[in-house]
């Protein structure tokens, strides 16, 4: 799934009620919850007596696309709890039960099913909430929303229990949540934000919920209504004791010239400890773990670009609580902690207050060397230790204010980050939000000199300029003398409303601001934006919701030279086919290279570029089983190899095919040229292919493959002189048995191939036969 469709589907999700600036509100919705002595067998089936003595709701309304009309389908909810669990039975009635959508998938896999849903803020106060899905095969998703960051994330996975199954007059699903997934109040009686969902996919996807949605607000948790009951919970201690072994040999060969296969094997143990302390308090613990990456990342095409990428951290051990530490900007991204022996992190909420403590080491140091133009990533051969530390007190729902402390050092080199933050909701309407960072970093003496462009950057070359230059902007950002330590300010307001809203975005980075157990790529340069955008709600149209927005932004570094201005239209629609189709153009002024590398100013030291670039995304599902996905860019971009301005043609279709009911194909290919004026600069190609075989809910095969070719034409590079052709591909064949996220067995194989001027075809350089397994014990 490409990381913009992601985006849309979780936003989506995250339509939710919203009648007041507060809390969940029994004015919304409000359900008791009764406890009782004995839990259900989750099967899918309701005929234990006691769901005779659970509540039952009806999901009424539908909120999405129609507002708040009634639902077009019925759907009944019973809900009881015990000392240990909450239970909950779902029925959903369907005039036509042949056109529901259902299919065997692996967690987190099954949108676009019909499904139901379960949202629980269990403090109450709009901060994170819990989401749990399940379609009617009893395929699990579930995530974190974050009303703070606005963001939401469903790399957490709890453990908890499904069953579903289809029958003549819908289908039935069945859940128990157990109360050691919650971090709740120590209190006689809770009470919890809540709100009950079922997604109905035919045309378009009918969002159906328990009560009301206002659109005219921007709080997103404030709406849940309220669920009481769950008296006298006190669940014992919440230990889980997760051993894990793994196994691999890795085989690897020069091929320039072609040297023997070189063997590695190596055979790991590893311990994970979850402790819930009390129902507000967790720590976590793990002793020489095991953090490869049993799945491959998606594929990204790095050509004609000057920054790092980003990918996604996907490690238990760093994704339990991990909201815990989010703030405005990014400053905690663990994947910085590559290899850790050993980690060890506290969570605790007590009433407004909520803390966090992550401290881990690292065989090797490694870090992002940000800057206003390009950035890179930074490898010390050194161990690291690394502490990150978090602390938000909530006044109230509409005001929090929070701090944040990050270190990572080693033995030559340190960086050090405090920071302070405030979200303040004083309407329904208004948020402003803002952040503060100081910095102080140090760097080893001969840091900058892995960025050389030569065998020596102590000092720049004669008449430096970027044909011939040794210096480049990471060798400036790292070759410093002593200790170096900046600021970084951040504010936000936005206005918004049913139909329109508003925004201004100002932030400020220093040149030697670092925040290197985050991911902050830029760096000296300040940026106002200002923006809005109109909405309109059609009835009895093929499309359902439409969208026109603005902004216009301006960039410049700390010394007042400007970087980039930029303006941007663009217009999205919602419709029939369950379909999403945005388009807009850009147009910016923006500098290319520094004529001069070994110096950091703009004004005299770059060149000026008008950009007009056009977009445009969607998707649709013309059939149940098939979802096809394009997204496409044309116009102007500079080309930074060459400092000048050439034509981007990008051209990116996916198709997601539901073979059957357990086969899914996902594959996507992204075509992308630049053009010049004496010809064709490159052409590159990446082919993504998934194929996921589900044997069962627990159990799957799943091959995966990345290809990459690029051709380039040398006599138009004016200052290096790159391949004609470069190709790899890489593959991986996987099996996993999971019988809940932490007990999992995984089996498989990988390998890597690459060709270039010097390999004339596709050469294996790489291969892998790993095992892993782990279980997870509950205490």
């Not at 990471?474 to 925004?503: A, F, P």
């Not at 999205?572 to 500098?591: C, L, M, P, T």
Request: include cysteine; proline fraction near 4%; charged fraction near 25%.
């Amino acid at each position: 799934m490409s990381r913009l469709k992601r985006l849309v589907a979780l936003a989506s999700l995250s339509c939710l009620p919203f009648l007041s600036a507060h809390a969940g509100h029994s004015d919304n919705f409000h359900l008791d919850i009764p406890t009782l002595d004995r839990g259900a067998t989750i099967d899918g089936e309701f005929d234990e007596p006691q769901w005779a003595n659970a509540t039952e709701v009806e999901l009424k309304y539908e909120t999405s696309p129609g507002e708040n009309i009634a639902a077009p389908v019925t759907t009944k909810v019973k809900v009881y709890a015990t000392n240990e669990s909450l239970f909950f039975a779902f029925t959903a009635y369907d005039p036509e039960p042949e056109k529901i959508r259902a299919n065997l998938r692996d967690r987190d896999s099954s949108w676009g099913d019909d499904q139901i849903g379960i949202k629980l803020d269990t403090f109450n106060n709009a901060k994170l909430a819990y989401q749990f899905f399940v379609n009617p095969l009893g395929a699990q998703g579930d995530s974190i929303e974050n009303e703070l960051t606005g963001n939401e994330s469903d790399a957490w996975d709890g453990i908890w229990y499904s069953l579903g199954k289809v029958t003549d007059k819908g289908y039935q699903v069945e859940v128990e949540l157990p109360l050691r997934l919650f971090n709740f109040p120590k209190v006689d009686a809770q009470t919890w934000g809540i709100e009950l969902i079922r997604f109905y996919p035919r045309n378009e996807t009918h969002r159906l919920s328990t009560h009301k949605i206002s659109r005219d607000n921007s709080c997103q948790l404030c709406q849940l209504g309220t669920a009481t009951g769950l008296v006298g919970l006190e669940p014992s201690q919440d230990i889980q004791l997760t051993p894990s072994l793994v196994a691999n040999r890795e085989s690897s060969r020069g091929l320039n010239p072609q040297t023997p296969w070189d063997d590695e094997n190596n055979v790991e143990a590893g311990l994970d400890i979850r402790w819930g302390i009390s129902p507000t308090t967790l720590l976590n613990a793990t002793i020489n773990p095991d953090f490869s990456q049993v799945e491959a990342d998606s594929g990204q095409l790095n050509v004609n670009n000057n920054f790092a990428l980003f990918f996604d951290e996907k490690r238990a051990f760093f994704l339990d609580n991990k909201d815990y530490f989010d703030t405005q900007m990014n400053l905690l991204h663990t994947r910085n902690i590559g290899s850790p022996d050993y980690g060890l992190k506290l969570t605790t909420q007590q009433s407004e207050h909520t803390f966090g403590l992550l401290a881990a080491n690292d065989e090797q140091t490694q870090f992002l060397v940000p800057g206003n133009l390009s950035s890179d990533i930074a490898t010390i051969d050194e161990p690291s230790y690394n502490i990150a530390s978090r602390y938000r007190y909530d006044a109230n729902s509409e005001l929090s204010v929070g701090a944040m402390i990050t270190m990572k050092k080693s033995d030559d080199y340190h960086n050090y980050v405090a920071s302070t933050d405030v979200k303040y909701q004083p309407t329904e309407h208004d948020t402003i939000t803002a952040q503060f960072a100081h910095s102080k970093t140090q760097y080893p003496e001969d840091l900058f000199q892995q960025f050389c462009r030569g065998d020596d950057c102590s000092a720049p070359a004669p008449d430096c300029d970027f044909t011939n230059c040794n210096y480049n902007e990471r060798v400036l950002r790292t070759k410093k003398d002593g200790e170096i330590s900046d600021n970084v300010y951040r504010i936000k307001y936005v206005h918004d409303r049913r139909n329109w809203w508003g925004q201004v975005y100002y932030i400020s980075t220093g040149e030697d601001f670092r925040a290197d157990l985050g991911f902050i790529e830029n760096v000296d340069y300040s940026k106002l934006v200002a923006g809005g955008g109109y909405r309109w709600y059609p009835s009895d149209s093929f499309f359902s919701s439409v969208q026109l927005s603005g902004d216009w932004d301006v960039t410049h570094n700390q010394a007042g030279e400007q970087i980039e201005q930029e303006t941007e239209m663009s217009l999205r629609f919602e419709g029939g086919y369950q379909s999403y189709i945005a388009g807009g153009i850009v147009h910016k002024n923006r500098v290319g290279l520094r004529l001069d590398p070994s110096k950091l100013a703009i004004e005299g030291n770059t060149d000026d570029f008008d950009v007009t670039l056009s977009w445009l995304y969607g998707y649709f599902t013309p059939i149940d089983p098939l979802k096809l996905e394009l997204d496409i860019n044309y116009g102007d971009e500079i080309d930074y190899a060459n400092n000048q301005l050439g034509t981007k043609t990008m051209f990116n279709p996916e198709v997601e095919w539901k073979i059957t009911e357990s086969i899914a194909l996902d594959v996507s290919h992204r075509y992308q040229t630049l053009d010049v004026e004496q010809g064709r600069l490159f052409t590159a190609n990446l082919s993504d292919l998934r194929l996921n075989w589900q044997l069962s809910l627990n159990s799957f095969i799943r091959l995966s493959s990345i290809y990459t070719h690029i051709e380039r034409d040398p006599s138009l590079y004016q200052y290096r002189n790159p391949d004609k052709v470069y190709q790899d591909l890489g593959n991986e064949l996987l099996y996993g048995y999971k019988l809940n996220p932490q007990s999992v067995f995984y089996l498989g194989y990988s390998d890597a191939f690459v060709a270039n001027d010097d390999i004339d075809s596709l050469t294996q350089n790489d291969k892998t036969y790993f095992m892993k397994v782990s279980y997870a014990w509950l205490l």
